[in-house]
T-cell receptor, first 111, second 115 residues
Framework: ETGVTQSPTHLIKTRGQQVTLRCSSQSGHNTVSWYQQALGQGPQFIFQYYREEENGRGNFPPRFSGLQFPNYSSELNVNALELDDSALYLC??????????FGQGTRLTVV | AQSVTQLDSQVPVFEEAPVELRCNYSSSVSVYLFWYVQYPNQGLQLLLKYLSGSTLVKGINGFEAEFNKSQTSFHLRKPSVHISDTAEYFCAVSEVEGGSYIPTFGRGTSLIVHP
């Protein structure tokens, strides 16, 4: 059974650019959630996908968007990057209400 | 909407001493409760969870937590800590109603174990 994997692990982008982060779910999981974790803070919920449909969204602007694919992998896209978007982005997969399994995260730095 | 308060941002403790990390939540409906641990530059790992049943929940690495519905608390305890327990600990709650099961996290408590 493979765990949750995220790519890339680190990246640096310039303000105004666009970025795509990727996540492969754990085998057997059909739900993917994305979180933003700023330095010294707890993870903040961005959105969740269940069977390729958005199933909930946190307080993030529309320039944060996502996709879930038929194999339940997922992408997080962020347009018009701002300096405050610098954070650790965490992907978590789960099956219904069982616990979420987290990937190692992608560290995004916006300069 | 649910919310989580972790009352201590930092808890320093000596090795082999007991520790309690406090967590209170707010919700108008039934909840599931979780504790996660995060080591530096890593993702979150589940320590334990409360879904239903016994209010005393045992997890990995010798941790346990007790769900207290009347006090809306879910404090994490360990009778004897090790240096390797130094990490960030997050309490999370998700509401049962609605079916989305999206956990809300607290701001975290940094456990610092001194030799």
């Amino acid at each position: 059974e493979t765990g949750v994997t995220q790519s890339p692990t680190h990246l640096i982008k310039t303000r105004g650019q666009q970025v795509t982060l990727r996540c492969s779910s754990q085998s057997g999981h059909n739900t993917v959630s994305w979180y933003q974790q700023a330095l010294g803070q707890g993870p903040q919920f961005i959105f969740q996908y269940y069977r390729e449909e958005e199933n909930g969204r946190g307080n993030f602007p529309p320039r944060f968007s996502g996709l879930q694919f038929p194999n339940y992998s997922s992408e997080l896209n962020v347009n018009a990057l701002e300096l405050d978007d610098s954070a650790l982005y965490l992907c978590a997969s789960s099956f219904l209400h069982t616990e979420a399994f987290f990937g190692q995260g992608t560290r995004l730095t916006v300069v | 909407a649910q919310s989580v308060t972790q009352l201590d941002s930092q808890v320093p403790v000596f090795e082999e001493a007991p520790v309690e990390l406090r967590c209170n939540y707010s919700s108008s409906v039934s909840v599931y409760l979780f504790w996660y641990v995060q080591y530096p530059n890593q993702g979150l790992q589940l320590l334990l969870k409360y879904l239903s049943g016994s209010t005393l929940v045992k997890g990995i690495n010798g941790f346990e937590a007790e769900f207290n519905k009347s006090q809306t608390s879910f404090h994490l305890r360990k009778p004897s800590v090790h240096i390797s327990d130094t990490a960030e600990y997050f309490c999370a709650v998700s509401e049962v109603e609605g079916g989305s099961y999206i956990p809300t996290f607290g701001r975290g408590t940094s456990l610092i174990v001194h030799p």
